[in-house]
């Protein structure tokens, strides 16, 4: 069965630009997370969801990153008026459910913005 | 709110040596803890987890990892290293109480021939 898929795997922009990335997560997997891996560093947590519902956002560094799930499959990590400071790793992860299962990661998309 | 910490941000070894990276955890609860490694521009790929039961939990790849309670520590071993295990490796606490998972800020490494 195929794994988390990401896209685009890199991603260029100018600073203020929206993006938008999306994360396939692998089927029947209930939990999804968003994290930001800056270089160097290990993966942050930004968001969870559990099917459609947002249940956690208190790792989306500002009001300008957004994340939506709408059927409880696909989801997309959007960030409106980038900054050169959102230059990273954007990492998804699902699993069946949260806590003491192990999270599948994508391959994560590489955000780099001039 | 759990944390872990990666002591050594790199270590090197040589081929065919014992792999010893060092992981120490904090949490109020029962932790739930994990090794990830990462390969370069790709994403993390579980080597063992340990949630309950037997403290001595064997992964991939010959890697396995001993949880101390007393000690607070979760640290991982292979006793032979290879080539193949030069990678970045992250140690990640969760609980019952939380969705997030936390990462340590990772090891990289390096065996040499």
């Known amino acids: 069965g195929a794994g988390v898929s990401q896209s685009p795997r890199y991603k260029v922009a100018k600073r203020g630009q929206d993006v938008a990335l999306r994360c396939d997560p692998i089927?029947?997997?209930?939990?999804l997370f968003w994290y930001q891996q800056a270089l160097g560093q290990g993966p942050e947590f930004l968001t969870y969801f559990q099917n459609e519902a947002q249940l956690d956002k208190s790792g989306l560094p500002s009001d300008r990153f957004f994340a939506e799930r709408p059927e409880g499959s696909v989801s997309t990590l959007k960030i409106q008026r980038t900054q050169q400071e959102d230059s990273a790793v954007y990492l998804c992860?699902?699993?069946?459910?949260?806590?003491?299962?192990?999270?599948?990661f994508g391959d994560g998309t590489r955000l780099s913005i001039l | 709110a759990q944390s872990v910490t990666q002591l050594g941000s790199h270590v090197s070894v040589s081929e065919g040596a014992l792999v010893l990276l060092r992981c120490n955890y904090s949490?109020?609860?029962?932790?739930?803890l994990f090794w990830y490694v990462q390969y370069p521009n790709q994403g993390l790929q579980l080597l063992l987890k340990?949630?309950?039961?037997?403290?001595l939990v064997k992964g991939i790849n010959g890697f396995e990892a001993e949880f101390k309670k007393s000690e607070t520590s979760f640290h991982l071993t292979k006793p032979s290293a290879h080539m193949s295990d030069a990678a970045e490796y992250f140690c990640a606490v969760s609980t019952l109480l939380n969705n997030d998972m936390r990462f340590g800020a990772g090891t990289r490494l390096t065996v040499k021939p």
């Open positions: 949490s109020s609860v029962p932790p739930y």
């Open positions: 992860a699902s699993s069946l459910v949260a806590h003491n299962q192990p999270q599948h």
């Open positions: 340990y949630t309950t039961g037997a403290t």
């Open positions: 089927s029947g997997h209930v939990s």
